[in-house]
């Protein structure tokens, strides 16, 4: 007796043609029982005499969005065998029947390494195709490296495999990947498109080997320089192009043998582990424990912003740009001007770089609608205030908008720090106000803290998580405390950068350090572009939170009293010309270097391991106080937020994670020590990382045990 076909994959019969449907929801994934699925499935619809044509679709919302993300720890840990698509997905290629796949949705990494062994492929007009891989570490490894190029040519391969982006329909049919564009339901587009091909001859995607020959080096060479350059530090995209590599000088069976050496060095590597923790973080940030799902969120259709500066016209333009109408308050025509001729100048920009057509620039433009009042505000189901970070001038706006604020509206604070709760008590209804923590440029950043007070309610929160989605932004939930999750931890970075330039190090060496360790910037460099006289004001206004007798960094008040604030005055830590380009400041230098003196501190060379140690450690450190005291929900939600608002490298998953990496018994001994060397007061252990750290755990794990 035949074995039940497992319910993962359906065949079915369409008169002449047989239709087989995976259908493993959410998104189809390759999970195991799938692929197996769907070989017995060919093997049992050629054997079907009455069939001439096979059609290879996914139910629900998608083709398949690839291999299963969640097998790749357990065969990593032993707990699974290797994955070996391969055999499975040859038996479509080896089909004596012409297999047509139907693309709606997604056909992702092994998705598309499945339709690429189909004869033919038809695509949805809104379908899109890609190999990601490399955005988990990975490179394609069922064959797509070597199949992709069979069809696509080597260049567009390389960029498909290097480069992870996916492409629509219509480019993929022009680039001869697809076959054909269906309009309206894909599945009877392609039991057409099955008809007509059935009975004619057609050939299997490994053996169509005529564009592979127009490679050359130099476009391998190219590719890796690019890769190196747009990816510094992952490894994944290098060896995407050497796998493509081997399938211009090898054979295909060699090929695939390849790829797959390279695909389980990725797998076993810390990348890879790092950047599957992201792609699932990002979707863990979305989730609230301890909010009922009953709570929905309300419905976003009209925005205002209060404040037309840098952060006022970013949010105003992030609304438009997602389709929002958005009302722009200044309290002076002058300023009103400036901020509108700055979104201007912003989307002129983005036409100019082909990002935007002229008459989609129109469109968003034409959603903001710039005015000097409260006129429309009582519509708006969000108003955002992003006036200047003060807290008497916050309270101000708030009670003139708690007066001409509709029911419901969600009250949405931008501050970098503030105390919400404060904000709040402005109000006569503190349940609806909650912090919305923008990043710079906000219309660019993917980052928004949103920050809950003591009185916010759940609909606000759900609310406001729920428009960072739709708004295409991370949205990760913090609490009210000093610097929220972010701020408050770059405050101990940026600390031990300045201790460090006055203790020994030149600037060039703590950026450096710290640029190689992978952050998009170095410290101080950051300290330049965001303006020293930003920090110094942050510095004013919390200096009453200073314990006294704590040693504080000299230099950076130094420097603003001078009027040095960076970039923008073409001086601070670095000098910088017309363009913004860095080089050392010799001034700087000597005025680090006399101050360190008078104040009698040693100065030494430090080892790059030491700068990017004391830097990243004050990091972890305090985000483990934050973990402990509940500001972030949970250490993945620390690594989101560092990873997207503050240059973090993805390949290191965040700041907890990579502590993880490190051992928090290691970090945790490196944390003593410096305790030892510089006080107590700037180094003690957090209470949690030295439970982890004594007892063999990690972040991770803190966050599986927290949620139960
Ligand atoms: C690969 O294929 C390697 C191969 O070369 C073969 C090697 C041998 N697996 O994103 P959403 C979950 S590597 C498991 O919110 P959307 C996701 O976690 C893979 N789970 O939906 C979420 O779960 P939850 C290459 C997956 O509509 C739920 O599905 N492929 C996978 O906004 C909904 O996801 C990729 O990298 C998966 N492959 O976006 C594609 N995919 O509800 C990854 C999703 O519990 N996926 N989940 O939070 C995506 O890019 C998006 O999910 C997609 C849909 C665009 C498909």
Redesign the pocket.
């Known amino acids: 007796m035949e074995a039940p076909m497992p319910e993962l994959v359906r065949l079915t019969f369409e008169q002449d043609v047989a239709v087989i449907t995976v259908d493993n929801p959410?998104?189809n994934?390759?999970s195991p029982g799938v692929p197996e699925g769907i070989a017995a499935a060919v093997e049992r619809a050629v054997a079907q005499e009455s069939v001439r044509a096979i059609v290879l679709t996914g139910a629900g919302?998608?083709f398949i969005?690839?291999?299963?993300?969640?097998e790749f720890a357990k065969i990593v840990s032993g707990e699974r065998p290797p994955?070996?698509?391969l055999p499975y997905l040859q038996v479509i290629e080896d089909s004596s029947k012409p297999v047509v796949v139907a693309i709606h949705?997604?056909a992702?990494?092994?998705?598309l390494?499945t339709a690429l062994c189909g004869h033919y492929r038809v695509m949805a007009r809104q379908a899109q195709i890609g190999?990601?891989?490399i955005?988990?570490g990975?490179?394609?490894?069922?064959g797509?490296t070597q199949r992709l190029p069979r069809l696509a040519g080597v260049a567009k391969a390389l960029e498909l495999c290097a480069g992870g982006e996916p492409i629509r329909a219509d480019e993929a049919v022009s680039l001869g990947i697809a076959d054909r564009l269906v309009e309206g339901e894909v599945l009877a587009g392609a039991l057409a498109f099955a008809r007509e091909i059935a009975g004619a001859p057609f050939r299997k995607t490994r053996e169509r080997n005529e564009k592979l020959r127009d490679a050359d080096t130099a476009l391998f060479v190219k590719a890796k320089q690019e890769a190196a350059k747009r990816m510094r530090g992952q490894k994944a995209p290098l060896a995407a192009i050497e796998a493509i590599a081997a399938a211009v000088e090898l054979p295909f069976a060699e090929g695939c043998a390849r790829e797959a050496e390279l695909?389980t060095e990725c797998l076993h590597g810390t990348q890879s582990r790092a950047m599957i923790h992201v792609?699932?973080g990002e979707?863990?940030v979305s989730?609230i424990p301890g909010i009922s799902t009953e709570v929905k969120p309300r419905a976003i259709e009209r925005a205002a912003v209060v404040g037309a500066g840098t952060m006022g016209t970013g949010i105003a333009m992030t609304y438009a740009n997602a389709g929002i109408p958005v009302r722009l308050k200044e309290t002076s025509e002058e300023a009103l001007e400036r901020g509108m001729a700055n979104i201007r100048r912003n989307y002129a920009a983005t036409v100019a770089k082909g990002r935007l057509t002229e008459e989609e620039a129109a469109r968003r433009l034409a959603r903001i609608t710039p005015q000097l009042d409260y006129q429309g505000f009582e519509q708006a189901d969000i108003i955002t205030e992003a006036v200047f970070e003060s807290m008497p001038v916050k309270k101000q706006v708030w009670s003139e908008l708690d007066r001409v604020a509709k029911d419901h509206c969600v009250l949405a604070t931008n501050t970098s720090g503030l105390d919400i709760d404060e904000i709040a008590s402005a109000t006569q209804r503190p349940e609806q106000v909650i912090g919305n923590h923008f990043f710079s440029p906000a219309h660019v950043m993917r980052l928004v803290e949103i920050v809950r007070g003591k009185a916010t309610d759940d609909e606000t929160t759900v609310t406001s998580m729920a428009l960072g989605k739709k708004l295409g932004k991370i949205s990760v939930l913090a609490g009210n405390c000093r610097g929220f999750i972010g701020n408050r931890m770059i405050a101990p970075y940026l600390r031990e950068a300045h201790f460090l330039v006055e203790e020994g190090a030149s600037v060039e060496e703590v950026n450096d350090a710290l640029y190689d360790f992978g952050m998009a910037m170095g410290p101080l460099a950051v300290d330049d572009l965001s303006g020293l006289d930003i920090s110094y004001a942050i510095r004013k206004e919390f200096a009453r939170f200073e314990k006294p007798g704590v040693r504080k960094a000299l230099v950076p008040d130094l420097l603003c009293e001078r009027g040095y604030f960076g970039q923008k005055t073409g001086r601070g830590w670095s000098l910088y010309d017309a363009n913004r380009r860095p080089a050392p400041s010799p001034e700087t230098a000597a005025l680090i270097e006399k101050t360190a003196r008078e104040a009698g501190i040693q100065r030494r060379s430090i080892p790059q391991k030491e700068i990017v140690e004391r830097c990243i450690y004050a990091l972890v450190n305090e985000g483990a106080r934050l973990l402990e005291e509940g500001v972030a929900l949970r250490a993945v939600d620390i690594d989101i937020t560092y990873l997207n608002g503050y240059g973090f490298p993805v390949w290191r998953g965040g700041p907890m994670f990579y502590a993880d990496t490190v051992g928090l018994k290691k970090v945790l001994q490196r944390v003593e020590e410096l305790k030892e060397q510089h006080g107590p007061d700037l180094w003690e252990p957090a209470p949690l990382l030295k439970r982890l750290g004594e007892n063999g755990g990690t972040f991770g794990q803190f966050d599986r045990d927290r949620a139960g």
């Open positions: 959410p998104v994934a390759l919302k998608t969005a690839g291999a299963d993300i969640r994955l070996n698509l949705g997604s992702l990494g092994g998705g390494e190999q990601p891989e955005k988990l990975l490179i394609p490894g069922a797509g695909f792609f699932f979707r863990t989730k």
